[in-house]
């Protein structure tokens, strides 16, 4: 999977990553081009979501190299990371259940590096990050929530919000670590819609147990089993790759 360093947004090179003696990651390699919607999958103690961490800088690997937009970011701070572009949700919601939707997005937009934010200064007074909170919330459909708290927001709504907060901080690398989990066959479709509709020139890296959903959604995707890489392709050359069948057999849960 040759591409040249200007079309590269993600390049992970040998990445290991071990707890305790166990081995998570093992020499795991992938390359993520500009505005390509690519997936992690994997069965059972594939080590998706501790490679989803090594990449956001939420724990350091043991050895290997993490590159974003052409830059070494193995060694550099969730914090720097953000700064450079990358914005990811989680498994666990992080939002604040007490805020509204709006409250909700002033915040992550308070990080965009385009709408500067004063937290002592009043919120209604930041133009620019107000119209950003407009803007984002018309992109994921929660213009007329806008007001209400997130608590009594349904899950689905909940996801639309969260992907909306990592909108908000204009990243130019979005990772989404199970985005459908819990949510109901109509969630899951507008959910879809929301994914499809993300922008052309932002680049998206998933990890999804719903198959048949994430099959519809990317370009390419990287299978993990054990911790290392044991293919990557099209969703047609996944579908049909006999290793990738047979290690589909178990569990579909990660570790």
């Not at 050895?63 to 550099?76: A, E, M, N, Q, V």
């Not at 007329?144 to 608590?151: F, I, Q, T």
């Not at 109509?186 to 099959?215: C, F, G, N, W, Y």
């Amino acid at each position: 999977m040759a591409a040249g360093n200007d079309e590269i947004a993600l390049l992970v090179e040998s990445a290991c990553k071990s707890f305790g003696g166990v081995q998570v990651v093992s020499s795991a390699n992938l390359i993520v081009r500009h505005g390509e919607r690519h997936a992690l999958i994997g069965p059972n103690g594939a080590g998706k979501t501790t490679l989803f961490n090594v990449i956001a800088g939420e724990v350091q690997p043991n050895s290997g190299r993490i590159h974003l937009l052409g830059k070494d970011i193995t060694h550099t701070s969730v914090r720097h990371r953000a700064q450079m572009g990358l914005g990811r949700t989680y498994q666990i919601s992080q939002l604040f259940g007490g805020l509204t939707v709006r409250q909700n997005l002033m915040l992550a937009a308070a990080d965009d590096r385009s709408a500067p934010f004063k937290f002592l200064s009043r919120w209604d007074r930041n133009k620019r990050a107000m119209g950003l909170v407009e803007e984002t919330s018309e992109r994921v459909w929660l213009t007329e929530a806008l007001d209400e708290r997130v608590s009594e927001l349904s899950h689905g709504m909940q996801r639309q919000l969260e992907i909306g907060m990592v909108l908000a901080m204009r990243p130019r690398l979005i990772m989404l670590d199970e985005p459908a989990a819990g949510l109901s066959p109509s969630e899951r479709q507008t959910l879809a819609t929301l994914i499809r509709e993300l922008p052309k020139d932002s680049t998206l890296i998933l990890i999804e147990h719903d198959m048949e959903l994430v099959l519809k959604l990317v370009d390419r995707l990287t299978v993990l089993n054990r911790g290392a890489v044991i293919a990557v392709g099209t969703p047609t050359e996944i579908r049909a790759n006999e290793e990738v069948q047979r290690v589909y057999l178990g569990s579909a849960s990660d570790a």
